[in-house]
């Protein structure tokens, strides 16, 4: 069974500019959850979504963004990037938002210059 | 809102002795993970616990959960290099109206011969 995959890998852009990171959850998983980690502030939620819906948003500014398609494949993105925005995104899915796992993709690595 | 505390944040420790790495949260929990990320990696899946008393082990790792106490402890017996990583505590807690995952700051283990 493939794993959460996450696309791209790698990302450099610079200031101001905008973003989208995608994530495909493992087959017959509906919920995505993304979350940002950076030296300073650790690991921190920025959304779930179940459904096409999301269920919760963390403490993030309205430049993150994010969606869930039918086929619970979900994408984020980043409007007016910031220095501050430079880090690890990572993807999480399970079954169901009830689920005991979370298993978590490789992650984006986002460098804004 | 919902606080988890790692300690310690860093440890070393000498190839083959015991240590135990702690994580205290701040209101009732439905599930408390615990997490390995080597460096540049996405997070591993370690344990999942999920009621008070709750005691899991896999090799060299043995992870329990007190409710009560809103403690986790992540013990560490005969450690040896490869268990060199950060380890994350995170705890879920929608059903308290909390975002899921919040995690703590981490402990970086590093296993020195």
């Known amino acids: 069974k493939a794993g959460v995959t996450q696309t791209p890998r790698y990302l450099i852009k610079t200031r101001g500019q905008q973003v989208t990171l995608s994530c495909s959850p493992i087959?017959?998983?509906?919920?995505v959850s993304w979350y940002q980690q950076t030296p300073g502030q650790g690991l921190q939620f920025l959304f779930e979504?179940?459904?096409?819906?999301?269920?919760n948003k963390g403490n993030f500014p309205g430049r993150f963004s994010g969606r869930q398609f039918s086929n619970s494949r979900s994408e984020m993105n980043v409007s007016t990037l910031e220095l501050g925005d430079s880090a690890l995104y990572l993807c999480?899915?399970?079954?169901?938002?009830?689920?005991?796992?979370?298993?978590f993709g490789p992650g984006t690595r986002l460098t804004v210059l | 809102e919902l606080k988890v505390e790692q300690n310690p944040l860093f440890l070393s420790m000498q190839e083959g002795k015991n240590y135990t790495i702690y994580c205290n949260y701040s209101?009732?929990?439905?599930?408390l993970y615990w997490y390995r990320q080597d460096p540049g990696k996405s997070l591993e899946s370690l344990f999942v616990?999920?009621?008070?008393?709750a005691v899991k082990q896999e090799g060299r790792l043995m992870a329990s959960l007190d409710t009560k106490a809103r403690l986790s402890t992540l013990h560490i017996t005969a450690a040896v290099h490869d268990l060199s990583a950060t380890y994350f505590c995170?705890?879920?807690?929608?059903?308290?109206?909390?975002?899921?995952?919040?995690f703590g700051k981490g402990t970086r283990l590093s296993v020195i011969a």
């Open positions: 616990l999920l009621s008070n008393g």
């Open positions: 995170a705890v879920d807690s929608r059903n308290s109206g909390n975002t899921p995952l919040v």
């Open positions: 087959s017959g998983h509906r919920s």
């Open positions: 979504y179940f459904s096409e819906t999301q269920r």
């Open positions: 209101t009732t929990s439905d599930r």
């Open positions: 999480a899915s399970s079954f169901s938002r009830t689920s005991n796992e979370q298993f």
